[in-house]
């Protein structure tokens, strides 16, 4: 087994994850896996990296499949033995004008960007090692979509006690209320992704509680973040920042020193812990 520092970064072929992987690359000192659902896609980003000089390597990781996820669950315990770094940046979001219904891109969008990311904290947050760093992307959109949330939405959102059961509910509540047509009158907003990333938010706070309860000794720091406005294909040419400046924030939550006891179970935006 390699006593080789590992960090792994979900959905990232492309975007503001393969940023992140080139930023990894050039400042963690340990192997880098850059992920994809798609083989060819990945690979070519990790030869689009190698002509920069960079040493990614690859491994597919859908986080729609549990399979898959457990494959590299299993990859990174052979080999490693465990896991250094986590990155959850995979994501998915509908254009503005997309005119899908409603209650399909609610399933969709929730089924990857909470259901998938929890899939894969429960597979691989066991396997982090002590002084590992966890990131989880959110978006600010979802502060903005917790204030159109009812007040008995948002108290429950707030709650410092809520459990991974009772969100997981609330967010399997919110697809199945869109489907009968009743989100509104159930006090939901009308945004897919802004609930999508509510759920990634409360997940962040609730992992790093249980991080606190049971791994206190282990210097675990577990963060969510958000790049900010990104040019990428995602949110689009007029975007403010380029995908390397999206990536730093998520990148120094990764490599915070082994010294650093916070950030954690905090909302990072410009490396600046925000009000949840
Ligand atoms: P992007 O360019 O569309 O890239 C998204 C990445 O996620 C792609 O690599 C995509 O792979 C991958 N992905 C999607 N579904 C996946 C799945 N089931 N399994 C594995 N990978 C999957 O978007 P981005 O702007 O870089 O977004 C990255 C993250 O930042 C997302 O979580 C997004 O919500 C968040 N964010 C972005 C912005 C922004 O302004 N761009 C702002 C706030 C938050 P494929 O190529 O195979 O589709």
Same mark, same amino acid.
């Given at each position: 087994?390699?006593?080789?520092? /590992?960090?792994?970064?979900?959905?990232?072929?492309? %975007?503001?994850?393969?940023?992140?992987?080139?930023?990894? #690359?050039?400042?963690? $000192?340990?192997?880098?896996?850059?992920?994809?659902?798609?083989?060819?896609? %990945? &690979?070519?980003?990790?030869?689009?990296?190698?002509? !920069?000089?960079?040493?990614?390597?690859?491994?597919?990781?859908?986080?729609? *499949?549990?399979?898959?996820?457990?494959?590299?669950? *299993?990859?990174?315990?052979?080999?490693?033995?465990?896991?250094?770094?986590?990155?959850?940046?995979?994501?998915?979001?509908?254009?503005?004008? @997309?005119?899908?219904?409603?209650?399909? &891109?609610?399933?969709?969008?929730?089924?990857?960007?909470?259901?998938?990311?929890?899939?894969?904290?429960?597979?691989?947050?066991?396997?982090?090692?002590?002084?590992?760093? /966890?990131?989880?992307?959110?978006?600010?959109?979802?502060?903005?979509?917790?204030?159109?949330?009812?007040?008995?939405? &948002?108290?429950?959102?707030?709650?410092?006690?809520?459990?991974?059961?009772?969100?997981?509910?609330?967010?399997?509540?919110?697809? !199945?209320?869109?489907?009968?047509?009743?989100? @509104?009158?159930?006090?939901?907003?009308?945004?897919?992704? %802004? /609930?999508?990333?509510?759920?990634?938010?409360?997940?962040?706070?609730?992992?790093?509680?249980?991080?606190?309860? &049971?791994?206190? %000794? *282990?210097?675990?720091?577990?963060?969510? #973040? #958000?790049?900010?406005?990104?040019?990428?294909?995602?949110?689009?040419?007029?975007?403010?920042?380029?995908?390397?400046?999206?990536?730093?924030?998520?990148?120094?939550?990764?490599?915070? $020193?082994?010294?650093? *006891?916070?950030?954690?179970?905090?909302?990072?935006? @410009?490396?600046?812990?925000?009000?949840?």
């Amino acid at each position: 087994m390699s006593s080789v520092q /590992v960090a792994v970064v979900t959905g990232s072929n492309k %975007g503001i994850g393969l940023a992140i992987v080139r930023a990894l #690359c050039k400042q963690f $000192p340990g192997d880098v896996y850059l992920t994809s659902r798609d083989p060819g896609r %990945g &690979q070519a980003a990790v030869a689009q990296l190698q002509q !920069e000089g960079l040493r990614p390597l690859f491994h597919q990781l859908d986080i729609d *499949d549990l399979q898959s996820i457990r494959a590299l669950r *299993d990859f990174l315990k052979e080999k490693y033995g465990g896991l250094n770094v986590l990155v959850n940046n995979a994501g998915i979001a509908f254009k503005v004008h @997309d005119t899908t219904p409603f209650a399909v &891109q609610a399933e969709v969008t929730l089924k990857t960007n909470f259901f998938g990311t929890r899939n894969v904290c429960t597979e691989l947050l066991p396997l982090m090692k002590p002084y590992g760093r /966890v990131v989880n992307v959110y978006s600010m959109v979802s502060s903005s979509a917790l204030r159109g949330c009812s007040q008995e939405l &948002q108290q429950k959102f707030h709650s410092d006690t809520i459990t991974e059961d009772e969100l997981v509910q609330l967010m399997a509540k919110f697809v !199945e209320d869109t489907k009968r047509n009743v989100h @509104d009158k159930e006090g939901w907003p009308n945004t897919a992704y %802004g /609930v999508s990333k509510i759920g990634v938010t409360v997940l962040s706070r609730i992992q790093a509680r249980l991080l606190n309860e &049971q791994r206190k %000794g *282990d210097h675990i720091l577990l963060n969510a #973040c #958000c790049p900010g406005w990104v040019r990428t294909d995602m949110a689009g040419p007029k975007a403010t920042k380029s995908p390397d400046e999206g990536a730093e924030t998520p990148v120094y939550l990764a490599l915070l $020193p082994s010294s650093a *006891d916070a950030p954690h179970g905090q909302f990072v935006s @410009d490396k600046t812990v925000k009000p949840w």
